[in-house]
């Protein structure tokens, strides 16, 4: 059973371009959430996906940013017009309930 | 607001040498206190969920134990591989699935 596959691993992108970030959650888990690490900083929520929904997307900035989580194929975390305060190291996790959640590897956007 | 504070920040033993580690959290219900383990440039990785204050959870050197304020994650003669930055997190009654996470402990293990 694969565990969580997030790609790119590393993503570069030009101020003013966009970034997407692809997260296929574990075999059976229909729970996806998104997290981002500043550097020097903890985890901190972004938003909560099942199949077709957005549960809770509290922690995601109200402008620029987007999720989804379609009925086929990955998730998705899209930033528009990335500016250099949004390089970070961005973690998807997966759980098949509100049980414990397991984390992909993350990408690591560089914005120059 | 959920809050979850880990200390030390970071932390230098000698293999061998056992020593424990905090996590302190103020949340209005807790669902559960996870512990995760994190290697430089990698996803972190589950180790332990504890519920409820009393229940204790071991793997290997490692062993979690849980009250009503704050979680240890004790290590039992640790070895260099241990080395790592330790993770907790809390997950609310009231938050959905969201886990808020402390800043970490990042262990180092000489031989």
């Known amino acids: 059973n694969a565990g969580v596959m997030q790609n790119p691993r590393h993503l570069v992108r030009r101020r003013g371009q966009e970034a997407r970030l692809r997260c296929s959650p574990m075999?059976?888990?229909?729970?996806v959430y998104w997290y981002r690490q500043l550097p020097e900083e903890g985890l901190k929520f972004m938003v909560y996906?099942?199949?077709?929904?957005?549960?809770?997307e509290s922690g995601m900035p109200k402008e620029r940013f987007s999720a989804e989580f379609p009925k086929e194929g990955p998730s998705i975390l899209r930033i528009q017009q990335v500016v250099r305060g949004d390089s970070a190291a961005y973690f998807c996790?997966?759980?098949?309930?509100?049980?414990?959640?397991?984390f992909g590897q993350g990408t690591r956007l560089t914005v120059v | 607001e959920d809050q979850v504070t880990q200390s030390p920040e970071a932390l230098r033993l000698q293999e061998g040498e056992s020593s424990s580690l905090n996590c302190s959290y103020t949340?209005?219900?807790?669902?559960?206190l996870f512990w995760y383990r994190q290697d430089p440039g990698k996803g972190p990785e589950f180790l332990f969920t504890?519920?409820?204050a009393g229940e204790e959870k071991e793997k290997e050197r490692l062993k979690a134990t849980l009250t009503k304020k704050e979680s240890f994650l004790h290590i039992t003669a640790p070895k260099p591989e241990d080395s790592a930055t330790y993770l907790c997190?809390?997950?609310?009654?009231?938050?959905?699935?969201?886990?808020?996470f402390g800043g970490g402990t990042r262990l180092m293990v000489k031989p």
């Open positions: 504890l519920y409820s």
């Open positions: 075999k059976g888990h229909s729970h």
């Open positions: 996906l099942q199949k077709e929904n957005i549960i809770d």
């Open positions: 996790a997966s759980s098949p309930y509100n049980t414990e959640a397991f």
């Open positions: 949340v209005s219900g807790l669902r559960g």
């Open positions: 997190a809390v997950q609310a009654d009231n938050a959905g699935n969201m886990l808020t």
